[in-house]
């Protein structure tokens, strides 16, 4: 893709967190088109005469390197051109949306005659950047990674004319000059968006600990903003072309001023800032889904950037970390500021929305709102969620797939991240937890998944050439379940343990959230096993597709793992499958139900009481206790549901979520919630009001109610 650039950096070693400054020129005639081909570690922005051009890497591996090509025509100007990039090295290991690789940028501009104007080599000028405050390591959390510090007391006007300190950069060895073009589109940057100031007044920290702790625990005095900003009336928007909102701490408080706005409805975009401020000072930045604090929830995790302001006008964009929120926060350290704007530019994936009218209200209204959920959680890739994690795994994009067939009509995105996610296969033979990512955590159930939604690719896309691809990865999967068959428990496979790096996990519900195994025991579990009855059927139709490997030799398989189900686990004194057997024996949950009648375990059994905890999901009037699904699970309980009765069961599924999912507008949700409980979940206090998997009434509206 390259023809003579080659990988740089700065002059000295890098370090994990830095962001490194290159500049370059050329000349252009005019009546040409040109285009950008680049790629990075970690990420980049490009500017060509002081505006931005490019940005964002494409996630990926270090053995799977993805370039950019850009059209960036309207860009460049007949005469001297000026190019200035921004590389943000992250460094760190062990984060759910990163593989470390070493600090690397690669450029070239050509135009339409294949003339190369301009490309990276050691001739490129390079620095390490005085805007930000470097090799912090400020992580927000494991799985999103690191934020930053903006120091714009130091910062210069490098993008758009020549500056002091840049020298010569060094040619990096070792980068793999091995490249795939970027599989999807490039994210769309949108627009400021408009940014109420919903909540002012003073505040004093209480404690000296980090940023997102003294955002957390302020002592926040509340005024109302005319008596601050006496020019505007109550909660004032902020937006282009807008009045600036004064704001002056009033004599009797104490401490800087502090304010949050609201962007209206959940939101993933970059932060953009234009104040003014009468001394350097800094603003702490917090940003998040809901106010249920009374604030922002900054502390778990570390939803936080710093922002160290000049005497004067600031205007500043992040092209960089992109935050998934409703509400940002802004505390200025200061007893003035003026706010010309302080909110969030939308970056999204380009897609054609369907429009969907059924002529039910609630149900068009629900439905919008799942597209909005599936589009924030869509970005280089599927996330789970855009605030808290935005990564990448089977289970999740699985549901994601499956409704984004039917909202969007498209299918280059699910193949794109199908194809990551095959890099992730590890020396186990199982998938890593996130993609791309170095953890050391694997979730084996979720590497059936992987197959699972590989076949339902091909099914709504009838494009097999994926699966091709990706067959040896697809075939060693099943090879290391196969491995684990035991004979002493009718064929079935243990639960993986021994090491810390498994995790049999498959619901956030007791019994089902599992732990990491460091013990040997004999432990079976019926949700791994029903997993893997389903994968080896996917797997049989994936080679009938292909036209690779031996179809029938799954489907036996399936049958054998179905028939050692249906011995060990079911219980004919109850008619339903326990949830494991070797520990916690005698606890049953509803996925475990599901999914063995949906993988065909129940076949010629009685079902009489699994479709009745199916049914409302969990106990219906029985002697003991089942354990229902959380949203993250429902497909398979629906999906069993209907494999037995469709007209039966279809209206219960469609009142269930017309029930829950307006339960959740009726609190306010812009996107619909990781779990029934909303912002409470999730050990208490970081529920994401945003999950991917949770737009799944887009997928049941489209097959049953039409």
């Known amino acids: 893709m390259f023809t003579s650039a080659k990988w740089i950096w700065r002059k000295d070693e890098a370090m994990a967190d830095e962001h490194v400054d290159f500049v370059d020129k050329f000349v252009a005639k005019a009546g040409a088109s040109y285009t950008l081909t680049i790629a990075s570690d970690s990420n980049y922005a490009l500017y060509i005469n002081g505006t931005l051009a490019a940005f964002g890497q494409y996630a990926d591996y270090p053995k799977y390197k993805v370039a950019d090509v850009v059209d960036v025509t309207d ?20 984060t759910s949306t990163y593989y470390i690789g070493d600090a690397g940028l690669i450029y070239e501009i050509k135009d339409s005659a294949g003339k190369i104007l301009c490309s990276s080599s050691e001739e490129t000028l390079s620095r390490l950047s005085p805007a930000y405050v470097q090799h912090k390591g400020d992580l927000i959390s494991g799985q999103l990674g690191l934020t930053y510090r903006r120091n714009e007391q130091a910062a210069d006007n490098f993008i758009s004319e020549d500056v002091p300190g840049f020298e010569k950069s060094r040619i990096v060895e070792g980068i793999s000059y091995k490249f795939s073009p970027r599989p999807i589109k ?14 002012q007044g003073t505040f004093n920290y209480t404690c000296d600990r980090e940023t997102g702790p003294n955002l957390q625990h302020a002592a926040l005095s509340f005024h109302f903003v005319i008596s601050m900003a006496s020019d505007c009336g109550f909660n004032p928007v902020l937006k282009d072309g ?46 998040g889904e809901h106010l249920a604090d009374g604030r922002i929830r900054t502390a778990v995790p570390q939803f936080w950037s710093e922002f160290f302001a000049k005497k004067g006008h600031n205007s500043f964009f992040d092209p960089f970390r992109r935050m998934g929120c409703r509400y940002i926060e802004f505390f200025v350290h200061s007893r003035e500021v003026k706010i010309n704007y302080a909110g969030l530019r939308p970056t999204v994936y380009p897609l054609n929305v369907k429009k969907y009218k059924s002529g039910n209200l609630l149900r068009d209204t629900i439905y919008e709102v799942c597209q909005n959920t599936l589009i924030q959680c869509m970005h280089e890739h599927y996330e789970d969620c855009p605030n808290r994690e935005q990564a990448l795994y089977t289970l999740d994009s699985r549901n994601q797939m499956l409704c984004g067939y039917y909202a969007f009509g498209e299918t280059e995105f699910p193949r794109a991240s199908l194809r990551l996610i095959a890099e992730g296969l590890t020396d186990e033979g199982l998938l890593t937890l996130c993609y791309p990512s170095d ?19 091909i099914e709504h896309s009838g494009d097999a050439t994926i699966a091709a691809e990706c067959f040896d990865v697809l075939s060693t999967l099943i090879t290391t379940f196969v491995n684990r068959m035991d004979e002493k428990a009718s064929g079935l496979v243990p639960n993986f343990s021994g090491h810390k790096r498994y995790w049999n996990f498959y619901e956030w519900q007791p019994t089902l959230m599992g732990e990491t195994e460091l013990k040997d025991y004999s432990c079976i579990d019926g949700p791994l096993n029903a997993f893997f009855s389903l994968a080896l059927q996917s797997m049989a139709y994936i080679c009938t597709a292909t036209g690779l490997g031996d179809a029938q030799y799954y ?42 009648l949906l993988c065909g375990a129940a076949d010629g059994l009685d079902l009489t009481n ?14 003991y206790e089942v354990i229902p699904n959380t949203l993250s699970m429902n497909s398979f309980r629906f999906d069993a549901l209907l494999r037995v009765d469709r007209e039966k069961y279809k209206n219960i599924i469609l009142d269930e979520l017309d029930r829950d999912y307006l339960y959740m507008l009726r609190g306010g949700a812009t996107s619909f919630w990781e779990t029934i409980m909303g912002e409470s979940d999730i050990i208490g ?16 509206y489209e097959i049953l109610d039409n």
């Open 555 to 596: 489907r036996d398989l399936a049958d054998t793992i179905n028939r050692g189900i249906a011995i060990e686990l079911y219980n004919k004194e109850t008619g339903l499958f326990e949830t494991r057997i070797g520990k916690d024996t005698g606890r049953y949950s509803v996925l475990s139900n599901a999914l063995c």
């Open 685 to 700: 206090v970081c529920g994401s009001l945003c999950h991917g998997w949770s737009a799944l009434p887009i997928y049941y």
């Open 242 to 287: 807008g009045k600036a909102v004064h704001m002056k701490a009033p004599e009797y408080a104490d401490g800087g001023i502090y304010f949050i706005v609201d962007i209206g409805s959940e939101t993933s975009g970059f932060i953009d800032l234009d104040i003014e401020v009468p001394e350097d000072c800094r603003i702490d930045i917090g940003w």
């Open 186 to 199: 490039k994210l769309e940057l949108r627009d400021r968006l408009p940014a109420r100031i919903c909540q």
């Open 439 to 457: 953890m050391d955590l694997l979730i084996p159930c979720y590497s059936c998944a992987y197959i699972i939604q590989t076949a339902e690719y």
């Open 75 to 94: 860009f460049i100007r007949e005469g001297e051109n000026r190019v200035a990039i921004v590389v943000w090295y992250y460094g760190i290991k062990n």
């Open 610 to 623: 699994i479709l009745r905890i199916l049914a409302v999901n969990g106990n219906d009037g029985l002697d």
